[in-house]
């Protein structure tokens, strides 16, 4: 589409889950500035580093402006229709050779909801496979699982506005002042403002640094401390006794569970010690409001899945879920629509609305509305489409919006799986390291220039508005995957993003109510949504928990160690995580040259440990893991513990990812980014 004439124009921001409503101020088809829109319902007037300045990725001079096809060892410029015959010709070669199961595809969370509902149309009702994930696979699909069956839907409990009401607040595996500065914000104005604040976390985080208790529990020993919480709550009396008899399902068999998790255990499991513990209970379970904020330092785990379900027990207990007095069990979310790209089905077990791929009636509506049978099989989880290229089963993989190289765990493993597929797609507005590894380059549009929605952490759905045109050639992503149907022969049927939504409501209940003209006329809705004169529901479960039988469901479950333990060869635990000014893989944010808070990466080590090993600050350091190495540059901090060091992975020349393990939790395949065993040697 060409550039609108408007010079103001209202979105919402690509980068995290927060949300931010934002404004984009151009002119001559160039972003004069970016500001935070005041009537933005969960930003209010504000916005983080990110979604204010790092804009100029957008008119970067590198930019994917042509589509690319691999001729020898060289990716050349080619016009769409070539692009676009060699993909249909080279898909359709797959599935007749080797049927539909041979496709996959992974669907971007950096995306709109209409083109993650369009992509896995495409892939159900036009190749026939349910091949399709996205990256919620490795940051929340433990708190899809957990929270679904902790209380029957898999979105957080309570809006944004509800930190406000919290005179307690439980932040654990998280930081936000850097992952979600709006959201992290918001808590430390509401800490300072006298709210109790509990911080469980391996780091020293900014919130933990001001927190009333601060459990810096070993990486791995979150179900232990959860467990240990729920005891001493128990012990104390300090639940909800009518909430647990009206409510809740489970207790009798949690009661027994948490027999072993004596605070002695926890503290030989954790080293958190007993008094913390109790001083942690006693503050959440005796507070009116208490809310519970969390991230991926309790996902990406091993046992994700079980430390959802167990951090979940604590809100169940206390009684302050489903209340419509606030509080509640909140997902932070990473990527900016990993919460929609789930809703739209670009799961493999789940079509859109989170109905099973094998429930006839779903099926059947989804049948309908598309006038095609659908596959009932579940597809490939994403770590297994790698495992599944390397052994021949997979041959053909679409990759869209994502650089998996950089982001996926052990990426050998990965660039491994992209070499051994016959044919790979990548969709991208950067020559990435998965866009290098293509046969084909699809060069498609950034998030200021496209139409649609997103849907942020608290389950809201917001409006993302085309601010500029994409550059040469590239196209938004929607008319990309349409064109791409096109050439296989099939019409998607959906002419623009409002159809698509409105045809996802056909097929999706929870979101029936939602449509792109309601969006603008009213402003963002939560889902469930369900009817064009229902409100949203900001807060779920009040009248009964969407359980099969109504009541929440507590979780007895063990603590088991992680998957990958220090040993003497490797005795360092390393985490990952984001840093403040940068995101993901850093595509974007490394392209704006005015974001020098954080010019390159820096592995963090505790002064104690570099004066045991020989180096100092800003010395360079190897990193190696059972997988693979690197070296950067240290950073003295005793925002890690002796033991542990930590390192994002926005930065390729710092390929964090090389060290990180194939271990993945055991519910979900969420990996366990957060522990893996290192040693460390001066370079
Ligand atoms: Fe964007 Fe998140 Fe920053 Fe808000 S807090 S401006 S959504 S990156």
Redesign the pocket.
Known sequence: PPAPAASQVGTT?G??G???ALIVHTSSGCIDQITPDRAGPV?RGH??V??RFAYAFATSGDRLTTPLIRRGERLEPVGWDEALRLVAERLKGVVDRHGPDAVAAICSARATNEENYLMQKLMRAVIGTNNVDNCSRICHAPSAAGLTAAFGLAGGTNPAEDIERADCILVAGANPTEA???IGARILQQALSGAGLIVIDPRRTTLAKIANVHLAGAPGSNVAIFNGLARVMLEHGWVDADFLARRAAGLDALREQLAWFTPQRVADVSGVAPDALLAAARLYATAMFPSIIYGLGVTEHTHGTDGVRTLANLAILRGAVGTGRGGGVNPLRGQNNVQGASDMGALPDQLPGYQPVADPRAQARCEQVWGCGLPARPGLRIPDMFDAALDGRLRALWVFGENIAQTDPDSSHVRAALDACEFVVCQEIFLTDTALAADVVLPGASFLEKDGTFVNFDRRFQRVRSALAPPGLARTDFHIIASVALALGADLGCPTPADALDECGRVAPLFAGISHSRLDRDGPLHWPCRSPDDPGQARLHLDSFATPDGRAQLAARPWLPPGELPDSRYPFVLITGRRLAHYNAGTMTRRTPNLLLSPHETLDVHPADARTLGFGEGDRVEVRSRRGALTATARLTTDVSVGQVFLAFHFPEVATNVLTSAAVDEATSCPEYKITAVCLRPC
């Open positions: 921001c980068y995290c927060v949300g931010c930003n916005a983080c990110k979604g979600h500065p709006v």
